[in-house]
């Protein structure tokens, strides 16, 4: 157990449809950070935040945001959902987001759009 | 596309026996990372090294790193049914923005036959 925990598990739902995923970075972290695990894909980075700011984004689609609130929870909004969106969502946390931190994982939450 | 490539792609052996998985990767880079990922579930961090170790060791887990020729390698010895996973390799380029973010490659699928 990595300390970062995510919800929902799973989520089932349609195209066109918004959804929020939600994670708890692992006591005393700052930084949480957000991954998309497809088949065609693989593991991609979308956006990374420290202490409520954004801090780097990578290939985050417009259809997609994040937030980190001050009690350092992080959410991923994705909207007008398209069925390529299927995929295993993961967010990760460090302490400082610097580039010789260790990132933790958390379980996920595996997104199926019908 | 992705920073790093994981050779091989699958790998059988016995148990008892050493397994070897090697990444190579294309940018200069601040630090490389190993994760476990057992089928369709979280990211499990195994080990970091930095750009400037060349050696780490944890447990049995051994990972070398080759700055100049862009490659690190993961051995596992004395590898057991339960070592059976995915196992990713994810760099940490350099850049001039600010931000972490990882890069993984397609990963190795390392099965351990009891």
């Known amino acids: 157990d990595s300390g970062v925990t995510q919800t929902p598990k799973h989520l089932i739902t349609a195209t066109g449809q918004r959804v929020t995923l939600r994670c708890s970075p692992r006591?005393?972290?700052?930084?949480v950070y957000w991954y998309q695990q497809s088949l065609d894909q693989g593991l991609q980075f979308l956006i990374q935040?420290?202490?409520?700011?954004?801090?780097a984004k990578g290939n985050i689609l417009e259809r997609f945001s994040a937030q980190q609130f001050p009690d350092l929870h992080s959410e991923l909004n994705l909207s007008s959902l398209e069925l390529g969106d299927s995929a295993l969502y993961f967010c990760?946390?460090?302490?400082?987001?610097?580039?010789?931190?260790?990132?933790?994982f958390g379980p996920g939450t595996r997104l199926t759009v019908l | 596309s992705q920073q790093g490539e994981e050779d091989p792609q699958a790998l059988s052996i016995q148990e008892g026996e050493n397994a070897t998985m090697n990444c190579s990767y294309k940018?200069?880079?601040?630090?490389l990372q190993w994760y476990r990922q057992n089928s369709g579930r979280g990211l499990v961090h195994l080990i970091l090294?930095?750009?400037?170790?060349r050696e780490k060791h944890s447990g049995r887990l051994r990972v070398t790193l080759d700055t100049s020729k862009k490659s690190s390698s993961l051995l596992i010895t004395a590898s057991r049914a339960a070592d059976t996973a995915s196992y990713f390799c994810?760099?940490?380029?350099?850049?001039?923005?600010?931000?972490?973010?990882?890069?993984f490659g397609e990963g190795t699928q390392l099965t351990v036959n009891p």
């Open positions: 006591s005393g972290d700052l930084s």
């Open positions: 940018t200069s880079i601040n630090n």
């Open positions: 935040y420290y202490n409520g700011e954004e801090r």
């Open positions: 090294i930095r750009s400037n170790e």
């Open positions: 994810a760099t940490d380029a350099k850049r001039e923005t600010s931000g972490s973010r990882l890069t």
């Open positions: 990760a946390s460090s302490v400082t987001g610097g580039i010789t931190d260790t990132q933790y």
